[in-house]
């Protein structure tokens, strides 16, 4: 076994003189630190547990299964058990390291620069092939991630060409070395990029540092996760790195900078916002004087942990996103943005470092107080709404823009799977242009897409985070459809008059008019009216508006008579009845566990019932049925005039709702006769003739 595998098992059987015996252990068993790079794992419960010591003895492990003779094995082991220990040490140790003008930031530096001052035990060759291959610990698997410049690694070359080791001693010994860093990451990970790294280190050896990644290379390297997880690089390369002087700037950031935690902190942020917040850095920075870009801070703000699991954290990045969002690129180059009371970005030198700067988003002490209430709400379905609310009113988020937060997944999943209610669409679909109006998850378009191969179809919506989840789909699935950012209520500014064949409304006008503001009022008719008006001005002659949404039952007056199967649905109503915002929802107790109520307030109840919990604290903010059938049709005369023609009106029970709800409740007429639910769903097809 290797020594310094030995010396840590020492340590772990409880052996606490080893650590006398061997001051890196010390330093890195010894640590209150948090040095991670949190891309690597899943858990922030993994920091408890030193995952720098843990992350040095699986690269320990890896180097014992080698096969490198003794002499050069000793050299991989010394250089792996001093890599890490920048990352760790106590306070007293980072103290003086700090005061010494030690780089404990970039971590190679930094703990070659602990190695030189400890190794005294080593003659003056080891110490200085051991010195220069930590200071360039892990520079080779960073070149090849777009991280830093290959003439980084100009040090390893040294070795050769000062006669401390020939070229195949030092290939043998960068292979081995790298395998190790690499394979304690993932194993999977070394397979992947074995032959790359072995391409490098050739070049390394031979001097060959004349071999750069090009701007756009080493930009398309950084987005490796984000073109993993969807994004057209090509296409938003082009569309955002158009502007010559953004390319210049990127330039000057790039030609010579080493990065620092950039993936881990940006990979979830879009291209355009990825650009943005290096073009603030470049207006804040003197590149003559910094060689380090730290996302670090920015990194570990960005993350907590939630049910076990490393979450991003979802309203700052949307707080972020909403600041970015607010400044052009052009705006930024001519330092021509306003401030945010609660939000500012920083670039900032820590005062014993000039040559590195360190990036990050600082909010406001309130903001910051809302937030943190926002993580905590999360455990309480209604608390977690109020939170949002004030979420949305501090940082003036549109609610229709970020509706749901963590549950967007899941929701446009759901939406997803009830893609083969929505088949009966494909009936009345006309033309050749087609426009699917909130496509949720996409399976619409899909859908239309698969039935009409030739036909332009987009998806328009108006929030970003359903838009970069379409997006990323498109480009994973290889789809041909587009996707559009738009107004529902403002088609024109999007889209040509009387250019559409067809646009489809599949269960989104109730949001519209549950979430819009319109005129100073929520659930307000004229929203809707405005998105009829806004359709109808950008639908061909001819074509069609197809809507599938909820519906309210008539006569109005009657009432039905809900028994819950158990005490848990009465307080479910209860709770409901007061946080329901669309209207006044009453109630009358008739029995044990029984009410009886308006037949339409029993719809909305039990449509969101059937969801239950998780999706309470959105349906309580939304109004499934917002027309009677007969007050359907003379609102769609009313507003669309003689010009619109009725070709289909038909409303239905969703197939789902009576099984889902058969183990809850028993439904009755006033005559306590047992009833059928409400029809829950209308299709209407409208044509511009």
Same mark, same amino acid.
Request: charged share 25%; aromatic share 12%; net charge negative.
């Given at each position: 076994m290797l020594k310094a595998l030995e010396a840590i098992e020492r340590f772990k059987a409880g052996d606490q003189k080893v650590l006398k015996e061997e001051k890196w252990l010390m330093y890195l068993a010894l640590t209150s630190e948090r040095n991670i790079n949190l891309e690597r794992i899943n858990s922030l419960e993994e920091m408890k547990n030193n995952y720098v010591l843990r992350y040095v003895e699986n690269t320990l492990l890896a180097l014992e299964e080698s096969e490198l003779d003794s002499n050069k094995k000793f050299i991989v082991e010394e250089v792996l058990k001093w890599s890490e220990v920048a990352k760790a040490g106590m306070s007293h140790h980072r103290k003086r390291w700090i005061n010494k003008g030690f780089n404990l930031f970039a971590h190679n530096i930094g703990s070659a620069q602990i190695f030189c001052e400890d190794a005294d035990y080593l003659d003056s060759r080891l110490k200085t092939i051991? @010195?220069?291959?930590?200071?360039?610990?892990?520079?080779?698997?960073?070149?090849?991630?777009?991280?830093?410049?290959?003439?980084?690694?100009?040090? +390893? #070359?040294?070795?050769? &060409?000062? &006669? #401390?080791?020939?070229?195949? %001693?030092?290939? =043998?010994?960068?292979?081995?070395? @790298?395998?190790?860093?690499?394979?304690? +990451? =993932?194993? &999977?990970?070394?397979? @992947? +990029?074995? @032959?790359?790294?072995?391409?490098?280190i050739e070049d390394v050896v031979e001097g060959s540092f004349e071999k750069q990644h090009t701007i756009r290379e080493r930009i398309r390297r950084l987005r490796t996760i984000s073109i993993k997880n969807g994004e057209d690089f090509e296409s938003e390369y082009n569309k955002h790195l158009s502007h010559e002087s953004a390319m210049k700037a990127m330039e000057s950031i790039l030609k010579g900078m080493d990065l620092w935690y950039v993936e881990a902190a940006l990979f979830d942020f879009s291209f355009e916002e990825f650009v943005k917040i290096f073009l603030l850095i470049y207006k804040s920075v003197d590149f003559d004087k910094v060689k380090h870009i730290s996302f670090e801070g920015f990194m570990k703000e960005l993350y907590y942990q939630h049910n076990g699991k490393k979450r991003v954290n979802i309203y700052k990045k949307r707080i972020v996103e909403k600041y970015l969002q607010n400044v052009t690129i052009e705006d930024i180059l001519k330092e021509n943005f306003k401030a945010n009371p609660h939000l500012i970005h920083e670039t900032f030198h820590d005062k014993d470092l000039d040559d590195t700067v360190f990036f990050n988003f600082r909010f406001s002490p309130a903001a910051s107080k809302l937030i943190d209430f926002c993580v905590e709400a999360e455990k309480s379905d209604v608390m977690y709404e109020r939170a949002i609310v004030l979420l949305f009113d501090l940082f003036g988020l549109r609610k229709d823009k970020y509706d749901r937060f963590y549950e967007e997944e899941s929701y446009l999943s759901v939406m997803n799977q009830t893609i083969n209610y929505k088949k009966i669409i494909l009936d009345y679909v006309i033309g050749s242009r087609i426009i699917d109006i909130g496509p949720g998850g996409g399976a619409m378009m899909d859908l239309i897409e698969e039935s009409f191969p030739d036909k332009y179809v987009a998806g328009v919506d108006i929030a970003q985070n359903v838009i970069d989840a379409l997006k990323k789909k498109k480009q994973i699935e290889n789809r041909k459809w587009e996707v559009l950012y738009g107004d529902a209520l403002n088609l024109s500014k999007y889209l040509k008059k009387d250019s559409i064949d067809t646009i489809m409304f599949c269960s989104i006008l109730h949001e519209l008019y549950s979430y819009i503001e319109f005129k100073g009022k929520k659930f307000n008719h004229e929203t809707l009216e405005a998105a009829f008006k806004s359709a109808f001005d950008v639908l061909a002659h001819g074509g069609r508006i197809i809507i599938r949404d909820g519906i309210m039952s008539e006569p109005i007056e009657e009432k039905r008579i809900i028994r819950f199967l158990s005490q848990e649905g009465m307080e479910f109503l209860e709770r409901y009845a007061r946080d329901f915002k669309g209207r006044m929802i009453e109630y009358k107790k008739v029995g044990q566990n029984e009410v009886i109520m308006l037949i339409n307030d029993a719809m909305e109840f039990l449509y969101t019932y059937t969801w239950g919990e998780r999706s309470y604290v959105h349906e309580v903010n939304e109004? #499934?049925?917002?027309?009677?059938?007969?007050? /359907?049709?003379?609102?769609? &005369?009313?507003?669309?005039? %003689?010009?619109?023609? +009725?070709? %289909? /009106?038909?409303? #239905?029970?969703?197939?789902?709702?009576?099984?889902?709800?058969?183990?809850?409740?028993?439904?009755?007429?006033?005559?306590?006769?047992?009833?059928?639910?409400?029809?829950?769903?209308?299709?209407?097809?409208?044509e511009k003739s």
């Open positions: 051991i @010195n220069y291959l930590i200071m360039t610990h892990g520079l080779i698997g960073q070149y090849i991630r777009g991280e830093v410049t290959l003439i980084d690694s100009r040090p +390893i #070359f040294l070795l050769v &060409k000062e &006669k #401390f080791l020939e070229p195949y %001693e030092l290939l =043998d010994i960068l292979m081995v070395l @790298n395998c190790c860093i690499i394979k304690a +990451i =993932d194993v &999977k990970l070394w397979e @992947n +990029i074995r @032959n790359d790294v072995e391409a490098v109004q #499934f049925g917002y027309f009677t059938p007969s007050g /359907f049709k003379k609102f769609i &005369k009313t507003v669309l005039g %003689e010009g619109a023609k +009725i070709v %289909e /009106f038909k409303h #239905f029970l969703q197939d789902g709702y009576t099984v889902a709800l058969s183990q809850k409740v028993e439904l009755f007429d006033e005559a306590r006769n047992p009833v059928r639910l409400p029809d829950s769903t209308c299709l209407v097809v409208i």
